[in-house]
Nanobody
């Protein structure tokens, strides 16, 4: 069983930065951040992912160069450092984790890859 708890969301001016945290109670092999914007995107989109075995990282084109995903093994925590935030980054951000071996069939940005989800943390960017 894996439990995920996100934190670090808030409101920030465009161009500012935020750091999201996801504390995991287990040891998933793949962790990711997704986001959902009710007004424009009803479905969750993959933002970034971290493969814990090799520390490989993956990013959506829209955030590449601005966001950085990382992991602190000692704290079982994954971080999403968000810089140069834009108004279009406004969304509910969800931490996701994969522990099921069948998840290896799916790419990092497909939500069906992940079998655990956090409660979400809101990020609002003012312009």
């Amino acid at each position: 069983q894996v439990q995920l708890v996100e934190s670090g969301g808030g409101s920030v001016q465009a161009g500012g930065s935020l750091r999201l945290s996801c504390a995991a109670s287990g040891s998933p092999y793949f962790m990711a951040w997704f986001r959902q914007t009710p007004g424009k995107e009803r479905e969750r989109e993959g933002v970034a992912a971290f493969y814990t075995v090799t520390s490989a990282t993956f990013y959506a084109d829209s955030v590449k160069g601005r966001f950085t995903i990382s992991q602190d093994h000692t704290k079982n925590t994954v971080y999403l450092q968000m810089s140069n935030l834009k108004s279009e980054d406004t969304a509910m951000y969800y931490c996701a984790a994969a522990t099921d071996g069948y998840g290896l069939r799916w790419s990092w940005n497909e939500d069906r890859k992940y079998n655990y989800w956090g409660q979400g943390t809101q990020v609002t960017v003012s312009s």
